[in-house]
């Protein structure tokens, strides 16, 4: 089953260990090490009345959470005790020049092979609040995952009333098989994949799924306190609406950073994006109960799980009575599956707080702009073989620019770093859609994309503006992209087609959200900036992991800067080999 154990160190002489709670020695404002074990182990799982063996860490279904102060230093130790090739993302931590410790298979690492294990070594510098751990290698994040969880510094506090209780609200999919041979087969004939068979809360369905009433997730709550809700979007293949009926949430954070708050019955969260609210308890004991639920938001033409996920939010009586267990339950409305609408006005409302003490640092100008197209497309059938594709002759395919990025069998950045580049990678990704087309209109007749390792080198802190479109190829649809090593603002966003003489003119250059990631809008447009200040390889793809197992994604080459806490630290002793 192996061990999880959380320890702080502020001297090699002074090991403190403890069960997840850190006991902490003198200096309080001081920060200290973080000491975590990851062994990823099978678990029988039983979900659905269907009982499956499935990777863990731990034997923990969602996996433990990782929690730290902000300055503080994080040792995990990720031991590998099964038949997968296995990494470990971190999903929105920075990784200031400890790229090696970021995580996707083939791109800062080769993956840790059975019996092996790495250990990642990074501090968490310049962010506070919730972001999620994950493995990034095909589709085992589907059960490794886990919350990471940043408190603010100590003697520090939120930018809003400090809450009664958090609680971590994650949210993930339920596969009656095993994932890895859903999307192997997907592969090979060239067809989309299997949809998951539930949605979970914090790994459980929930009673709106047959066989599943006794699998529900119960948040018990006192009247009249507040509580913050850190919700995390770990699943698979699905961005997803949430709710709770008769109750309001304020929106606080996004992807560790703090926002304006705003009020809102309804959130939509992006696999890969995390989202804080405040929950304000009814002042008085209700003689009810109330659904948390969660459904899809999807745009595509494909299939997807379109089923409903449900936990039960429940008053304690305050004077300990005993509450009847036929209290009426209210179900709170959520929007139609394919609220576009609703999402584009629901994410402009996130603004960053943009004060003295959090600023908006938004690059007012920019050195390098670029232009992405994003979307889906196709490839061609192997000779004299019928494929399940949009044609039998055709393989789903995706692309950034026509480029369907191609995994290489050693690690990009270990290629990079010593200067073996050659045959693995190329720096020739295109700035601009190689052939202009009318994107969002009617789509062309070859659908074809092109193959390719290639990536865009950037000089140490180059300011960059990227605009992402998405394409009606195959349909338009929403997709949310990551962007590691950095965060960035999210300066525009529109539908139809990006226009560089009108669109710039909205621009929010004062105080845009930051986030890590962001979903570019179907048949629409997104606009973000960042500064280049971390050198390194970083990931760039589609969080939904069907689009990235077909080839969504791309790499950002950053390099050194001139100082030397500018240039990227050599790689660990243990660094796994391909």
Not at 328 to 354: C, D, E, M, W, Y
Not at 439 to 467: A, I, K, M, Q
Not at 496 to 516: C, H, I, M, Q, T
Request: aromatic letters at 12%.
């Amino acid at each position: 089953m192996g061990i999880f154990h959380c320890s702080s160190i502020t001297s090699m002489a002074a090991l403190v260990f403890s069960s997840c709670i850190l006991l902490l020695l003198p200096n309080p404002a001081a920060a200290i090490t973080r000491h975590y074990t990851f062994n990823i182990v099978y678990q029988n799982i039983t979900r659905l009345c269907n009982t499956r063996s499935v990777l863990t860490v731990n034997g923990k279904f969602p996996g433990p959470r990782l929690v730290a102060r902000e300055g503080d230093r994080v040792i995990v130790k990720v031991v590998n005790k099964v038949s997968n090739n296995v990494s470990i993302h971190w999903h929105g931590i920075r990784q200031l020049t400890t790229g090696w410790a970021d995580g996707p298979a083939y791109v800062t690492q080769c993956p840790i092979q059975t019996g092996q294990s790495y250990t990642y070594n990074f501090t968490i510098t310049g962010q506070r609040g919730t972001l999620l751990w994950h493995a990034h290698i095909s589709w085992l994040r589907s059960s490794l995952y886990g919350p990471i969880i940043i408190l603010p510094r100590r003697n520090d506090s939120y930018p809003f009333l400090k809450p009664y209780k958090e609680v971590p609200i994650l949210f993930g999919e339920w596969f009656n098989v095993d994932p890895e041979a859903i999307i192997a087969q997907a592969l090979q004939t060239g067809g989309g994949p299997n949809v998951s068979d539930a949605y979970t809360i914090n790994g459980l369905p929930g009673p709106l799924y047959n066989c599943s009433s006794k699998d529900t997730y119960r948040l018990k709550v006192k009247p009249g306190k507040t509580y913050l809700l850190r919700i995390i979007n770990a699943a698979l293949n699905d961005e997803l609406f949430f709710s709770i009926a008769n109750h309001s949430l304020t929106t606080v954070e996004a992807d560790a950073s703090y926002v304006k708050p705003f009020d809102t019955d309804i959130i939509q969260i992006t696999p890969g994006q995390t989202t804080n609210v405040l929950l304000k308890t009814k002042p008085n004991f209700p003689n009810a109960t109330f659904l948390m639920a969660a459904r899809p938001y999807f745009t595509g033409g494909g299939t997807f799980d379109n089923s409903t996920v449900a936990a039960i939010l429940e008053y304690k009586h305050p004077l300990n009575k005993t509450i009847s267990k036929n209290l009426p339950l209210f179900k709170p409305t959520l929007p139609p599956i394919n609220a576009t609408g609703f999402v584009a006005n629901f994410t402009k409302k996130f603004r960053s707080l943009a004060n003295s003490k959090f600023p908006a640092n938004v690059p007012q100008t920019v050195d390098r702009k670029f232009y992405f197209t994003v979307g889906l497309g196709t490839h061609p059938c192997p000779a004299n073989t019928t494929c399940q594709g949009p044609t039998n002759t055709t393989k789903f395919a995706a692309s950034v620019n026509n480029v369907s990025f191609v995994l290489p069998s050693t690690a990009l950045l270990q290629s990079y770093f010593f200067g073996m580049s050659n045959g693995v990678l190329t720096a020739d990704f295109p700035q601009n859609p190689p052939v202009p087309f009318n994107y969002t209109g009617t789509p062309p007749n070859n659908t074809n994309v092109s193959n390719g390792t290639r990536t865009l080198v950037l000089r140490f802190n180059t300011s960059v503006e990227l605009v992402m479109q998405d394409t009606s190829i195959l349909g338009a649809e929403s997709h949310p992209f990551h962007l590691h090593g950095f965060n960035f603002f999210v300066v525009g966003q529109g539908f139809g087609n990006y226009d560089p003489n009108k669109d710039p003119a909205s621009f929010n250059l004062v105080d845009p959200v930051e986030r890590n990631t962001v979903g570019v809008p179907a048949g629409g447009w997104i606009a973000i900036r960042f500064l280049a200040d971390n050198p390194g390889v970083w990931f760039m793809h589609c969080h939904l992991e069907v689009h990235t197992s077909w080839g969504l994604r791309m790499a950002w080459i950053v390099l050194d800067g001139p100082q030397p806490n500018q240039k990227l630290q050599p790689p660990p002793s243990d660094l796994p080999k391909c």
